[in-house]
């Protein structure tokens, strides 16, 4: 079973940035799209934003267009989501999500591979 291994979750105040990784060892995404998902108390988990392998395309949820950037290296098989202008309403656990396949989907039922999750906490 391939495990995405995140880090770079924590604590922020409002206005904050976090810098999340994703790291797939032991499998290759570079041709597959990538994304981050995020799962808030007491609510489904929800599309945040995915990548083309090649990262030519990019797709994010409205409410985090202009904060959040997504990216990737593939030659250190990692995904990254530089987060910006935080807000408590972005608190939540965070996910990697890996496809096997190539196409730009935002149902988290189309991923195949997940991570354990990573803690982000906006304070107000």
């Known amino acids: 079973q391939v495990q995405l291994v995140e880090s770079g979750g924590g604590l922020v105040q409002a206005g904050g940035s976090l810098s999340l990784s994703c790291a797939a060892p032991?499998?290759?995404?570079?041709?597959?799209?990538m994304g981050w998902f995020r799962q808030a108390p007491g609510k489904e988990r929800e599309f945040v934003a995915i990548i083309s392998g090649t990262s030519d395309n990019t797709r994010y949820t409205d409410s985090v267009k202009g904060r959040f950037t997504i990216s990737r290296d593939n030659a250190k098989n990692t995904v990254y989501l530089q987060m910006n202008s935080l807000k408590p309403e972005d608190t939540g656990v965070y996910y990697c999500a890996g496809a096997a396949h190539r196409f730009m989907v935002v149902g988290a039922f189309l991923y195949d591979y997940w991570g354990q999750g990573t803690q982000v906490t906006v304070s107000s």
């Open positions: 032991g499998r290759s995404f570079n041709t597959n799209t």
